[in-house]
């Protein structure tokens, strides 16, 4: 690629003929292009790249990744802080669903847990390790989940 340089010629976006033309570099601040004269019209204004390379460097930059997309202005997918802000909800609601189970609940109500206990959901459970927590659901025969202060565990019950 040629260095462009003050009236040397340059393909620039026509704002005026709407089309990639052939155009008259009239001024440049460094490497850059700065204003333009189209061959075409005659009429200046300031250097725009070709609709063609603008197009072919949002194909690539589409193809680079996801993440670049992402943050345009197209509303559906996520930025990384909304996504950040939708897990502390998640964090705020789990957190709250424990607090609200356990709250106020007598020690008589908390069965100590132990693999050979079987469980069911809504059920308050007394961890050595993991403190209290509430049977949020139950997978299967072998298997609960149980929410604990810090989190969710899948933990095993009613192993004979
Ligand atoms: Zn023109």
């Known amino acids: 690629m040629k260095k462009p340089k003050t009236?040397?010629?340059?393909?620039?976006?026509?704002?005026k003929c709407k089309l990639d033309l052939t155009h008259r570099i009239i001024a440049m601040?460094?490497?850059?292009?700065?204003?333009?004269?189209?061959?075409?019209?005659?009429?200046?204004?300031?250097?725009?790249?070709?609709?063609?390379?603008?197009?072919?460097?949002?194909?690539?930059?589409a193809k680079a990744g996801s993440a670049v997309k992402k943050t345009k202005a197209d509303g559906a997918p996520r930025t990384a802080s909304e996504r950040h802000a939708?897990?502390?909800?998640?964090?705020?609601?789990?957190?709250?669903?424990w607090e609200k189970a356990i709250a106020g609940q007598p020690t008589g109500a908390f069965r100590p847990y132990s693999v050979k206990t079987l469980f069911g959901q809504g059920e308050l459970v007394r961890h050595a390790k993991f403190g209290d927590g509430v049977v949020?659901?139950?997978?299967?025969?072998?298997?609960?989940?149980?929410?604990?202060?810090?989190?969710?565990r899948t933990m095993a019950h009613g192993i004979e």
């Open 29 to 61: 601040v460094g490497d850059t292009v700065k204003k333009v004269e189209c061959k075409t019209c005659g009429s200046h204004h300031l250097y725009r790249k070709p609709k063609s390379e603008r197009d072919a460097e949002m194909a690539a930059a």
């Open 136 to 152: 949020a659901r139950v997978i299967d025969r072998a298997k609960v989940e149980i929410l604990f202060q810090d989190g969710t």
């Open 86 to 97: 939708a897990a502390e909800r998640a964090e705020r609601e789990r957190v709250s669903t």
């Open 7 to 15: 009236g040397g010629e340059i393909d620039s976006y026509c704002t």
